[in-house]
């Protein structure tokens, strides 16, 4: 059986969120345990701990609470993510809204004062950008 989707590690149930927390979904942990999807952390793959420090994107760039940038982080996550769903042959991903990494819809505006705006986080984007389908959890 092919893994049809890429999809964020929090929502597995992975405690890998920037406060050492989860968001856990059912049915995308259940895409897991079936075979049919394959977790990922971009912000890990970016090197990031956890627990880290909130980041939020501002004017293209990402910045943690600390006014330190981050963007190179992200980015490298984003890239490796990438590189996964092309060797794999992946089309389809579920990523975490609002995530500065995962977001589909929706991003915060950078002032950490959870405003929300239309936007996507860099690995969202860049997955995209390269032809794959997005839905956040609250797309199922
Ligand atoms: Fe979840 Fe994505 Fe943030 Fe990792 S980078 S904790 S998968 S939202």
């Known amino acids: ?8 590690a929090c929502l597995c149930g ?19 345990s079936q075979g049919r999807a394959l977790a990922v952390c971009p912000e ?9 420090p909130p980041c939020e994107i501002f004017q293209g760039k990402v910045y943690d609470v600390h006014n330190q ?3 190179a982080a992200f980015l ?14 992946i089309k389809k991903a579920i ?11 929706f991003i915060y505006d950078g002032s950490f004062s959870a405003s929300v705006i239309p936007g996507q986080g860099l690995t969202a984007r860049l997955l995209s950008q390269h032809g794959v389908t997005l839905l956040s959890e609250n797309d199922l």
Do not use: W
């Not at 059986?1 to 964020?8: G, H, K, P, T, W």
């Not at 490298?76 to 042959?89: E, N, S, V």
């Not at 990523?95 to 819809?105: I, Q």
């Open 1 to 8: 059986l092919d893994i049809e989707y890429l999809v964020s």
């Open 14 to 32: 992975e405690h890998c969120r920037y406060d050492g927390k989860s968001n856990i979904q059912k049915s995308v942990a259940q895409l897991v």
């Open 44 to 52: 890990l793959f970016g090197g990031l701990p956890t627990p880290r």
């Open 69 to 71: 940038e981050q963007t």
């Open 76 to 89: 490298k996550g984003a890239q490796r993510t990438l590189d996964i769903a092309k060797k794999l042959g």
């Open 95 to 105: 990523l975490k809204e609002k995530s500065p990494s995962c977001g589909v819809h």
